[in-house]
């Protein structure tokens, strides 16, 4: 490759090539970050919208899990923060009931992958303290079906 070409070929750091879903062969729609980088001829780039719809688009299971304790928010909560510290690649959400049912809290935990959750799970139990602990389902719903 000559500079010029070396140059127009490098990709940069972190950036993601993304494929057409229906045609792999076609050019692919190169995305830095939140940018995606596209072709400024109308035709090209109308050819390039589905290559980003199906990147926003596509349903991507994440593994969660929601835990139900009956502990008050504010008894969770400096257990809660020491495991976002601890967890960053985990999201967690808290939701206090005051309808006098036997469930006060329930957290939310979601990861990008299973082990991540799990590590993240353990320690906030351990945290906690599962005698606190009602239920761990792998459900998003804050309350039961009734």
Request: charged residues 25%; hydrophobic residues 40%.
């Amino acid at each position: 490759l000559t500079p010029a070409e070396e140059s127009m070929a490098t990709l940069p750091e972190n950036s993601q090539l993304r494929p057409h879903p229906e045609n792999p062969g076609a050019w692919p729609v190169l995305q830095c970050g939140r940018v995606f980088v596209l072709p400024g001829v109308p035709k090209f780039f109308e050819e390039k919208l589905e290559t980003i719809c199906h990147a926003f688009f596509q349903k991507r299971e994440m593994p969660l899990r929601r835990v139900s304790l009956s502990l008050d928010e504010f008894e969770v909560v400096t257990a809660l923060n020491e495991v976002v510290e601890a967890h960053a690649s985990v999201s967690f959400g808290s939701y206090p009931f005051v309808d006098g049912s036997v469930v006060k809290t329930v957290v939310t935990l979601e990861a990008p992958e299973e082990d991540l959750l799990s590590m993240a799970l353990s320690d906030f139990l351990q945290r906690v303290g599962e005698e606190h602990v009602l239920r761990v389902d792998n459900c998003d719903q804050l309350r039961d079906e009734a």
